[in-house]
Structure formats: structure tokens, C-alpha cells
């Protein structure tokens, strides 16, 4: 169900790093630069990316930090974080509507400050 705040109101597909606390923000970039260099493996969805990482307790704590913020500064995206049984491998899935995948690709080589081979993904 949507707050009736946010119905029929779409943001736009950019990040409003204003939407977090001056303090944090240094914070958030750092966490999210630690979150995508320990990701191991890239799939593409119709609607985003899936991210997979390793099955560290530090690991699903920083991600869940990341999103916590990200999703103040960058509301157009979904995430999800899941945890495979057995001690398997964690699952960070970003996804959105039509022009968020060309985002989620500028923002995480961003974050890493390196241009990913994107293709390997598909």
C-alpha cells in the first residue's frame, strides 16, 4: 500500500544526496565503495542488477547500512538483501522502473571509481 503523501508522485531518477544528514554523507559513500568492492558476481534482471557478496556477518551489517541511507537519497530504487541458508553467499538486488539500470551502472562505478565491464553481467 503507498502513503497517500507519496501516490501518483514519481521522483526523479537521480540521487538527492541532500536527503541525508551532512554528517553522514561521507559515511554513506565510504560504506557503499566497501559494499560493491567485496561484490563477486553481477546479474542482470529485466528491472535492475542482483549483486552477490560474501557470506560475512560485517558484509549483510554494511549493506544494510547502505541501504538505509541510499534509499533517502536515490527513493526511485528497490532493494532487497537476502542471506542464502548453509552460510551462502549474500544477495543485494537493486531494481526500478524504465532508466534505472543506466543509473545503477553510473552509481556504482562511481563508488568504486573504475569502469565495470557491464556486458559480463548479461
Request: proline content about 7%; hydrophobic content about 40%; aromatic content about 8%.
Amino acid at each position: 500500500m503507498k502513503n497517500d503523501a507519496r501516490a501518483g508522485k514519481e521522483s526523479p531518477i537521480a540521487c538527492d544526496m541532500g536527503a541525508i544528514a551532512p554528517g553522514l554523507r561521507g559515511r554513506h559513500v565510504a560504506t557503499g565503495g566497501e559494499v560493491f568492492r567485496a561484490v563477486s558476481e553481477i546479474r542482470e534482471l529485466p528491472d535492475g542488477y542482483l549483486f552477490r557478496l560474501p557470506a560475512e556477518p560485517d558484509t549483510l551489517l554494511k549493506t544494510a547500512e547502505f541501504i538505509s541511507l541510499e534509499r533517502l537519497c536515490c527513493p526511485f530504487l528497490g532493494f532487497t538483501l537476502a542471506a542464502e541458508p548453509e552460510g551462502g553467499p549474500v544477495w543485494l538486488r537493486l531494481t526500478g522502473r524504465e532508466g534505472v539500470k543506466e543509473f545503477i551502472r553510473e552509481e556504482v562505478g562511481g563508488l568504486l571509481g573504475v569502469a565495470i565491464d557491464w556486458e559480463v553481467a548479461r
